[in-house]
């Protein structure tokens, strides 16, 4: 059974960081692209990061370049999603979510949710004072 868990979610100052994790578990990380998605209240699910499973390219959305790093450990079969210097616009719960499909370029992927079949339950991310 496929299954990603995300941990690593809490409350932070602005500034601070935060490391999320997203375990997978029913198959192996590697072969699978893996995004990184966030949804604040009232908004739709935005794609942040992914990773692509050909050469572990990686890929960013213009709001978090520089500041967010994504990565992957396969002996852990964990992806990471580093977050730095962290603003208030940053707060949403952030999924996980894997693909494997080699029909698109890694910034369709980015910002296809749809594309994505398997998904984690979410960690919360707040950003504040």
């Known amino acids: 059974q496929v299954r990603l868990v995300e941990s690593g979610g809490g409350l932070v100052q602005p500034g601070g960081s935060l490391r999320l994790s997203c375990a997978a578990s029913?198959?192996?990380?590697?072969?699978?692209?893996i995004g990184w998605f966030r949804q604040a209240p009232g908004k739709e699910r935005e794609g942040v990061s992914c990773i692509s499973n050909e050469d572990d390219s990686t890929y960013y959305v213009d709001s978090v370049k520089g500041r967010f790093t994504i990565s992957r450990d396969n002996a852990k079969n964990t992806v990471y999603l580093q977050m730095n210097s962290l603003k208030p616009e940053d707060t949403a719960v952030y999924y996980c979510?894997?693909?494997?499909?080699?029909?698109?370029?890694?910034?369709?992927?980015?910002?296809?949710?749809?594309?994505?079949?398997?998904w984690g339950q979410g960690t919360q991310v707040t950003v504040s004072s």
């Open positions: 029913g198959f192996t990380v590697d072969y699978y692209g």
């Open positions: 979510a894997a693909v494997v499909d080699g029909r698109y370029t890694w910034d369709v992927y980015l910002r296809s949710p749809d594309l994505y079949h398997a």
